[in-house]
């Protein structure tokens, strides 16, 4: 299709098929449909994946791009490729999840949270695992929201290995305009705008220069960090030294020399502020929130931005986040808007945004429009305008 919906050329069911009996006979499992502007126009995706099934059989995995990615044809063709070469896999791990709930005697239906923020049922999950991706770091993120009672700030989320920073913009996280790539290769699918630096609790210290990671010993922290009769100094030690937190034996950092020790620590300070100045988008004051296990690596005073916040239980935001994760529904698409017409189209997008929260499992009352992007795309005819809005609310613990 072109960019307003008008065909380019038809579908060819018999080649469809033909290309559908050949996977068959390869034993192909899990199949990729993409199409040109089908986030405008899906009818094409849809009935080759209606034929496709025809011939592979009920059980065959197919991923439809206009349901994964957004407007751009390659990009959004690649992540409807990982999206496909993921479906077993989530599969397998979904199965796994339930069998273990459910031995615990746990009845309740089970959701799994998605990178912006919202919750998907398991069958979700099995369908779109692409949705997952960074999902870890957007619940920290809404976590630090609800803990701190700020809407709009930073999130400084440190872990074993990593400081993950990202903004939040009223309640979630800012969400990349840029092209994601996963290994490599350019997808379009939503992602937090997250900027990690190789700084966590494991991360190892150099003893001669007080730089710290990106090298980690990650999960062994507990057994070669210092203070755990390890013999690799970990940015942990050096926050056991300087009395910041309580772990494992504080005699064996002792010997560590105070300036070093403050050294380190002022370099990481130095460096966690110049990636949130890179990340805000003006010169405005703007809070930090710290959350995290690793975040006692931080100081109370961060350079440029002033006091950082530590809300109540901020080691476990993460998990706080996953628990208040709401559902949403989103809608990208272009549209021609003719004269006289800007104010309805936008609100039937609107409806349509909410329309797909409820259906998604949200408590009607509660859902609202948290995003709405319009931009105008010069060098097509008919007005062409690209809408964006994104709808939210309360999962319906009734439905």
């Known amino acids: 299709y072109e960019f307003d919906g008008r065909p380019i050329s038809p579908l060819d069911p018999e080649e469809i098929r033909a290309h559908a009996e050949d996977m068959k006979a390869h034993g192909i499992r899990s199949v990729a449909i993409s199409s040109v502007f089908s986030p405008v126009n899906h009818d094409l995706e849809v009935q080759a994946a209606e034929i496709v099934a025809s011939v592979l059989g009920d059980d065959a995995a197919i991923s439809l791009s206009h349901e994964i990615g957004r407007i751009g044809l390659l990009e959004r063709e690649n992540a409807t490729i990982i999206n496909a070469a993921l479906r077993e896999l989530a599969s397998e791990i979904v199965d796994g999840l339930t069998s273990a709930v459910r031995a615990q005697g746990i009845e309740a239906p089970i959701f799994l949270s998605q990178n912006d923020g919202t919750l998907m049922d398991e069958e979700y999950a099995r369908r779109y695992p692409v949705a997952t991706f960074a999902s870890g770091p957007t619940n920290s993120m809404r976590g630090a929201a609800a803990t701190s009672g700020l809407d709009d700030c930073a999130v400084i989320d440190v872990g074993g290995t990593t400081a993950d920073i990202g903004l939040l913009i009223n309640g979630f996280p800012r969400e990349t305009a840029n092209e994601v ?174 329309d797909k929260a409820i259906a998604a499992g949200a408590k009607p009352s509660t859902v609202s429009i948290i995003d709405f992007d319009e931009v105008p795309i010069p060098y097509l005819p008919g007005n062409a305008t690209r809408i964006r809005v994104k709808a939210v609310g309360d999962l319906d613990m009734g439905a």
């Open 181 to 354: 790539k996963v290994a490599g290769i350019r997808t379009n699918f939503r992602m937090p705008d997250v900027l990690s630096l190789g700084i966590g609790g494991g991360s190892i210290v150099d003893e001669e220069t007080a730089e710290v990671g990106p090298a980690s010993v990650g999960y062994r922290l507990t057994t070669e960090a210092l203070v755990f009769g390890g013999s690799t100094l970990t940015a942990t030690d050096i926050a056991v030294a300087a009395g910041r937190a309580q772990v494992g034996d504080a005699s064996r950092v002792a010997h560590l020399d105070p300036v070093f020790v403050q050294r380190v620590l002022a370099r990481i300070a130095e460096r966690v502020s110049e990636a949130v100045d890179r990340m805000r988008t003006s010169p405005e004051p703007i809070a930090v929130v710290a959350v995290g296990g690793g975040s006692i690596l931080l100081p109370d005073e961060l350079p440029l931005f002033g006091t950082v916040h530590r809300p109540e239980n901020y080691a476990v935001a993460n998990a706080i986040g996953a628990s208040i994760a709401q559902v949403g529904g989103e809608i990208d698409k272009v549209y021609a808007i003719e004269p006289g017409r800007r104010d309805e189209t936008i609100a039937e997008v609107r409806a349509e945004a909410v």
